[in-house]
Structures are given as structure tokens and as C-alpha cells.
């Protein structure tokens, strides 16, 4: 364990909000529609949609009952059930440098990411 005395790292890696991050992220739908909201790329759930490769009614029921509530709460997304539209929320700013990393090593993750 003194891996995680070094530079700090222990106080990162023991900090409840990465488990947070690391759970939203740990889906494939969460980490594309952050991706696309940190790319400004969305701005309904129809956009998400377009997106999806599961039957639509499927997708919309995980987005509309999982993923989107589950984003909301964390205060990474803001979305508005009566319009569908979707932004950036209070916490993004938490989230942004893991997306960032993300974007920036894509060609070193595995195959089908997001």
C-alpha cells in the first residue's frame, strides 16, 4: 500500500467522488452522452437516440429510467423530462478532466470505446 502514499495519489484514490465518477462512467450510454455534452454535440434525448444502437423503445426506457436520472443526481448533466433537452449541469466541471483524458488517449483504449 505505500503506492498510494506517494504524491498524494492515496487521497485521490480514497476520495468517495471518483467512485462516483468511475460508476457513471463504468456504462457505455453514460460515457457517450457525456462525451457529447462535454462536445456540445446533444441537446435532447432525440439526439441520443439518433445514436443508440438498440431498439429505440429499449434505449429510451434505460435513458429515460437509468442513465439520465443517474446523471442528473450526480449533477453532471441537467435534463428537463418535458422538453428532453439536455446540458451541461452544476458538476460537469468534476467529471470534464476524466472525459478529457478519455479524448485524449482514445487510441490507446480498447476497441468500441465510448
Known amino acids: 500500500m505505500s503506492y498510494m502514499r506517494r504524491e498524494g495519489t492515496g ?6 467522488r471518483v467512485d462516483r465518477m468511475l460508476d457513471i462512467m463504468s456504462t457505455r450510454h453514460r460515457r457517450l452522452i457525456l462525451l457529447l455534452v462535454k462536445r456540445g454535440t446533444i441537446h ?10 438498440k431498439e429505440p423503445e429499449t434505449l429510451e426506457i434505460q435513458l429515460t429510467h437509468n442513465h439520465l436520472p443517474k446523471l442528473v443526481d450526480a449533477g453532471y ?12 449541469g452544476p458538476r460537469f466541471d468534476e467529471i470534464e478532466p476524466l472525459l478529457e483524458l478519455i479524448e485524449n488517449h482514445a487510441d490507446e483504449l480498447p476497441p468500441g470505446w465510448p
Request: no cysteine; hydrophobic share 35%.
Open 11 to 16: 487521497s485521490v484514490l480514497l476520495n468517495p
Open 44 to 53: 435532447t434525448v432525440s439526439d441520443v437516440m439518433a445514436r443508440g444502437t
Open 77 to 88: 448533466i441537467e435534463w428537463d423530462r418535458d422538453t428532453g433537452e439536455i446540458s451541461k
